[in-house]
Structures are given as C-alpha cells and as structure tokens.
C-alpha cells in the first residue's frame, strides 16, 4: 500500500481542474487516476469548437481545451496513472485501482470524484422493437467518428435533442451521413440555443419536437425506425406514427452521473441530480470525499465544470492542510418549478455562496428568491429560463447569519 | 469423411447433446446456422430451473423435468456456468387460485419432486419481504434455480469441442437427404456433411428439417415472450424467483433475480408471426410491467436496462417430441422443447443417446474425457492479492474494457479464443458480460470491436453485433467511404 494526500478519481475536465487547483492551494502530493490511455476524458472526442470562451477567454475544441489543463498539470509534476480503473473507494479513504501493473492500494488523506457520466442507453429509454446493429448512443458514435475514424452510419435518425445529440447531427452530416430527423420527445428541446441554430437550422435538419422513436426495425442492420407524436402523457400517438428508413439510430436522451463507486463508498446520493449531495466546497456526505463535474451534476459546459472543480481541488486541499473551515450546515431546497438545487447543504461562513440549479420546464421572464423562513437572501430577475441552462444564484457575504435553518430558492413568474 | 452423428442446431439441446455424445469415441459435427450457439430459444428466456410441479404426471415433460433437476445442477458445477439454486414461489391471489397451487402442489407430488410446501401469505411474505400484501397463499419449490441459459450453451459446446467434437457455424441446412445407411446435409452454401446418425434439434426450425426429410408430423406454433431486464442496484427486490399462477398460455410473469444478480421480469405469452420474430412491443412491456408489479409492487422499472423478446418453439398438444422416426431409419427429433426444456436439457441429452444407441450407434467411452470447463469467470473471483499476482503474469487482465461489469481485455480476448469463440460483439457480450451492464456497451463497443478485429483478423468495419448483415460501421471510413 502506498500513501498520497490527495487522489483524483478520473482525469477529465474535472479532474485535471481538481488536481491543479489543490496543488497551487499548497497539497504537492497530488495523483489522478484515469481509465483511459490519456487525460482529457470525453473531451478527446469533442472535436468540435466552443470550449472555453468563459474560462480561458479563447474559443477551443474539446481535445484544445483538455490539452491546456494537462499541460498545467504537468508543469506542477502532478502524478497521472493512465489506463488504472479505480474499483473501490472505503468511507476511511482506500482507494483500490486496477492497471495493468496490477492491483494497487493507496492510502488518501482526501479523494476528489471525478468521474464523469454516461448516456442513457436504450433499454433504459425502452424503446420497443427488434434489436439490430445501428443503434448507438451518440456518444459512441463520436468516439467512433472522431477517435476511431469511422462512420457508423449514412443515414440517421437521432433521438433526444440534447447537446451531444445536435452536435453529432452536424459532425455525420460533415462526414457526408443524411440527418434524416432530430425527434425530441418533450416540447421543447434540452439542448443549448447555440447549437440548435449552428447544428441542426444551419444544415436544415429537421426537429421534431413532442415526438419520438416508437419502434426499431430490422433483424440485422437497422432499417428504419417509427417516429410517433406523443400525448400529454409522452405517450406515442399511433395516428402519428411514420416510417424514416435509416441504417443508424442515435441516442441523445440525457446524462446519468456515474455514482457506483461513489455509493459503495457510502456517498449520499441526491435523486434529483444523480450525483452526491455536497456542501459549497463540494464535499460529500463522507468526510473528505470531495465531488465535481458530471459525476456530481451534468452540466452545459466545460467551463463551468472547471470552475466547480477548482472549488472541490482547493476544499480538498484545505483539508489535508487541516485549514478547512469548520461550522453549522443548512439544508437547500428546490421550490416549485425547479428541479434541483447544488448544493444541497451550505455551511454557514462569512464567504458568499454560489448556488447552482435548473428549472424544470421553459420560463419567460422570471425572479428566482432565495429564502431562508421569510427572510430573502439573494434575488435575481431573468429574462427567460430552460432546462437545458443551468442557472447560477449568489448568497451575498455575511447573509447566512444564525436565524438561518433552511435555504430555499423559489421560482416567481412575472407578467 | 463421415460423421457417426450430425446435430441440427446448437441451442443448449444440440449443444448438451452434442458434450453427451462426447463421452464416447464418436465423430460428432453439429451445424449452426448463425454466427454463434444458442442464438434461438436458448438465449431469450427466463433462465429458470424449474422444479417440477407444473407438467401433467405422464408426460415426457413431467419426466425430464424431473430427472433434468439434478442433472443440470451438476453440468453447471462441472461446466462452471453460473447458477443458483435460490427456490421458486408460486403466488396465490384469491381462493381460486390457492386452490390452484394446491393441485400443483399434490401434481409436483405425483411427479416426485422433493420439499415441496403451501405457505400461507404472511408466511410468504416473511420470506420475500417484498411480495404484495394482496397475496393470500404461496407453493413454496425449494429445488427451483436460476442459470444463464446462453452461458450454459456456450460451455456445453464448448465443452464438447474440447472433447473433439466439431462445430460448424453459419451452416444453414436448405437439404437433407437419406444416404445409404446416413444422411447428407447441405447447406445454402453448398457445403455437405455425411452421418449415420442425424438429429433434429434445431429448435424453432425443427418441424423445417423433418419436412426436408418428409417426416413431419408436428408444426411449430411459435409463441414469442418478452422482458426487461433491471440494473443490478435493484437486483435483491426479491432472492426466488416469484411466479404466478400459470396458465394454458405459460407459466405466468415472473419476477426473479438472475443468475448474475440482475433483476428479470417476464415473461408474456403471445402468438408470433414467425419463428424469427424478435420483437418487443409496447403492449408486450407494458403487461410485463404491470403483472410484475401484481407480485412484487416494489419493482422498480426507472432502473430498467434492457428489454428483449424470445421464442418458444411450442406444438399443439404441448408435450416434448423425443424419438427416433418411425419413417426415417437414423433420424431423431428433439423437438417442441420449450418450457421446462432448459431445465430438461441434460436429461433430454442423455435420452437423445439412448435413441442414437437404439438406432445402432456403438457406444465405447472415450478414454481421456474430460467433463469440466475452465470458469471463465475465474478472474473476478480471485482476492486482490491474486488479481494482484495473476496481473503480473497476464498484464491484459489489468486492463478494464467494460466499467460497468468490471470485464478485462484479457478476459474478452479469451472469449474469442476459447471454445467456442466468439465472433460477434453480442457474442463477446454474452461469453463475458461486457456490455450488459447499465451503459449496455456505450463505453466499451468501441474496444471489444477492436479487439476482436484484432483476434480473428477480420477488419474492423467488417465486425458484426451478431453475424450476418448486422455490421457495427456501415459508413466506411472517414475520408474514404464516406457519401459525397
């Protein structure tokens, strides 16, 4: 067994940002752990441009963007261990790694989850129908086009409209594929405004919206696919229903955090988010287990995942260093029309304090308050609101003072 | 050459017949139409050793399902199939139906099965916490397991072929004819294979093959099944497998573990159009969901990960065909297996040789035979210290390819190495679980395809999910094959 103060589970966006923001907090002994045979996560298949306007000022493309950050990790000698699959993490810090070296045990003084997530896939969305060849999340899809060099399909159908999905309809149309239709189930679509307007209106690919695949077909190779509208229920109306023949179905139905290594550490678990309930310095229900990124909500974009990040590296740190603050935590609560809040407690300090969270349907013009009993923390007046844009809300310094025992952020609708 | 016995068909029928002849000094082939074993029947359905109380006393059904019990669990343990031996439950909803279990009670009595007991609802309740409230009395079946139906194909040819019996894969039979004292089977490539003894277990296309040697007294009703499967996180809804009262149409849904610690639910008894009919509907799901949740209303179906349909073979009248033709010297058929055929299949297998042995086949016992399969599972069971160990000598077992059921690249080569090897991504999927877990391959497709490719030769874009025209690239490469 070897000792290190702080390891890093997964050495994506989040990871590398966690790792660097600890060390410069003043922890050396940093090492992130990474499955794949590089850093940089999912982003080495996002070849696509858009990354890091917010964070770095510059607009890059995903592998650009994953560059930078490992370049900042290698000017500090910050240890990464490609290709090790952490199997197991205990509430008392043990992480279990597998590589090909073979099995390794390492002592941590902090562990930061990051671990990302995955798409939803098929049986999960149950889709009924045959089961053939052609039918990929669109995520695999990309890592085949871009990392392998292969072309699933010429003719497509994309179920889910959401940013993975968009930006893989223009990524086969490039390739010369057919976009035959975009379905997206609900009214609107869970994408960002940006790419529906560059993806799919640029190259005139339609968008179905309130509509989805009811049936796959095909006993080998796909066929064709049934493209019903959906009722108030989400439920296929068969009046509706219309053959799209096409070689290829992707799948862009929505992110799931990937939590089990997280559960079996004992990590609460908030259902709303699918990752771990964390206070404002992303620490989770076990102490020093710190969470950022996807595995801790499923976020827009990667500049943000940096931020959030930064703020669990330096919480982890402080930790190891004995410097982390200390105090009475309160809960936070998702008012109507909201679905989720992060975090999901906040302790009580002097700092100001971000909240995070989305809206459960579109809104037009909006005021979100935050509330502790009667008494308004923080309000903040939008224009319009989506699901598919994540909202950030700042508690002001010195408003968390001791009357407060529950924070909650309500949504009011303005004419 | 001639062949002393050719088997139609490699589901667990052919295949367990085929590791049964094995044991004798014979020259065995056995003809494959798709790209892998166990593609028909034997790889959709429940999985589920069945006690024994279900099949009217009499029959060839009450008989092998009897004698198959012990018989399997032993295969299982000699072929390192995974299995459990987890009891069943037959719920009672009502009087009608307790009266119901009562006759299976006192049928699984007249066909001898073992430990059988009518529990009261608390009583059942108490030992599956999660049965409903509504449910008024259970059949207790204390010898009812589960085991991976595909896996156990898998092993008992494979088993076979390390024993030197030969398989030949997509061989589809267009043409048997009688041969002298044989048969010749042609295939739709034109290829031949000559035997003495020729047996009919082709499952689905069993009543196909005896027309082919017009000897055909039975038509198969195909009658398709469908089910989910839930994620491992729900996997201890319940430990045995819950039934229903069954009826003429089957055995009722189900709700029970598998023998990989998922949770099933299925599954529904309809008419298909075809032998090959392979689809799930959104009635068929539907029905699934909701007569589960009659038994076992905790079933949780958000965390559903797949769902998928099967055919039983099945015949009016419903009872197994085992014999030999009475028209065709040499021709046994194995027909009409379906519901309790897995649970059957060593005891069919072994009734199969006695009718090879009836027809004039000389049995001597092979010198050197060799019952057991290594457990391809062996890998995952070890401590760390062993994994640990184990790596240093086999660096790719080191290397985790599927993340969500834990499967190494050294564990997927071996698959494709190991009888018989599989060809095919769903091949690879179901000899290691890789990809049946919660992201079902969304990770990991991308490598098994490459490491195939790599094992057998065959380029990438030629990689198939399950043989045939189910390539996974059908765009060609970027730059080259792609439409203008």
Redesign the interface.
Known sequence: MIAHDIVVVGGGPAGMAAAVAAYDRGVNDVVILD?EETMGGILRQCVHNGFGLHKLGRELTGPEYAAHYAAEVKKRGIRTLS?T?V?SITPDLLV?A??????Q?IQARAVILAMGC??R????L?I???????V??A??AQ???N????????RVVILGSGDIGLIMARRMTL????VAAVCEILPYSGGLKRNIVQCLEDYHIPLYLSTTV??IHG???LEGVTIAQVDENRR?KPETARFIPC??LLLSCGL?PEN?LSRAAGVAIDRRTGGAAVDQFRQTSVPGIYACGNVLQVHDLVDYVSDEAEIAGRAAAARVLEEAPTGETVETEPGSGLRYVLPQRVMKTEEPVDLFLRVTRPFGKLKFVVKAGERVLATASRPVASPGEMERLRIPAGALTDGVEKIVVELEEEA | MRYDVVIAGCGVIGAMTARELSRYDLKVCVLEKENDVSMGSSRANSGIIHGGYDPVPGTLKAEMNVKGVPLLYEAARELNVPHRQNGSMVCAFGAEEESAIKALYERGMKNGVKGLRLLKGAQARELEPSLSDKLTAALLVPNGGIISPYELTVAAIGNAMDNGVELKRNFEICRVIQEGDGFAVQSTDQEVVRGRIFVNAAGAFTDHIAKMLHDCDFTIIPRGGEY??LDKEVGNTVSRTIFQVPTKEGKGILVCPTAHGNLMTGPTAAEVPTT?S?????E??DTVARLAKKSVPSVDFSK?????AGVRSSVAGGDFIIRLSKKVPGLIHLAAIDSPGLTSCVAIARRAVELAEQAGLKLTLKEGWDGTRPDPEAFRKMT??E???F??EH??Y???VC??E?V?EGEIRAAVRTNPGALD?DGVKRRTRSGMG??????C??YVM?LISEETGTP??EI????????????????E????
């Open positions: 499955r290709e699959m199997t279990t597998t590589s090909t070296r073979g099995i045990k995955r798409e896939a098929r049986g999960a149950n009924c129908g045959t089961r053939p060849a052609g990929y999340s995520g695999t890592k085949l086009v990392c392998e060099g292969y072309l699933v399909g010429k390739e010369g594929a057919k009811s049936e006993n080998e190779r296929p070689d290829t799931i089990e | 989910m499967i090959e392979r689809e799930t509907t959104r068929g799901l559903v990960i797949t769902s998928f760390d210290e994994k640990d160990h790596i240093k660096p790719d080191g290397h985790i993340r969500c834990g190494s991504v919660r992201c079902q391959g969304g990770f497709g991308p490459r990438l874009e198939t999910k399950c043989g045939g025209a189910s390539r996974m690239i059908c765009g060609g490469r970027i730059g094959g792609a439409v203008k």
